[in-house]
């Protein structure tokens, strides 16, 4: 189960799309962080709840993309090739459940 992991791991940050879109998102949230957060919204302290609020108001839209396009890759065609072969590995039903 190891190697499988592995392989998931390897597959999803190994690819230049996921990099490209880890470097905008952590691009747009310092942008925002140094550009609104820092400089206090409405009038209040920088890191207020205030502003914290209107920070991931900001950055979670594109995290919920980037999620989007993450999950994506478990359903391209690379993947329904992979998928018989995930399914032969020995491992009982219930072994990683929680």
Avoid at 68 to 90: G, K, N, T
């Amino acid at each position: 189960m190891g190697k499988i992991f592995g392989y998931e791991l390897r597959r999803l940050l190994g690819n230049k799309f996921s990099a490209g879109l880890a470097v905008l998102t952590l691009a747009y949230s310092y942008w925002v962080m140094n550009e609104e957060v820092i400089l206090g919204i409405a009038n209040t302290a920088p890191f207020s709840p205030w502003s914290f609020g209107v920070y991931l108001g900001r950055v979670m839209p594109v995290l919920s993309a980037a999620l989007l396009f993450l999950l994506s890759f478990y359903h391209s065609p690379e993947a329904e090739r992979v998928r018989p072969l995930f399914d032969a590995a020995m491992t009982a039903p219930g072994a990683y459940r929680a």
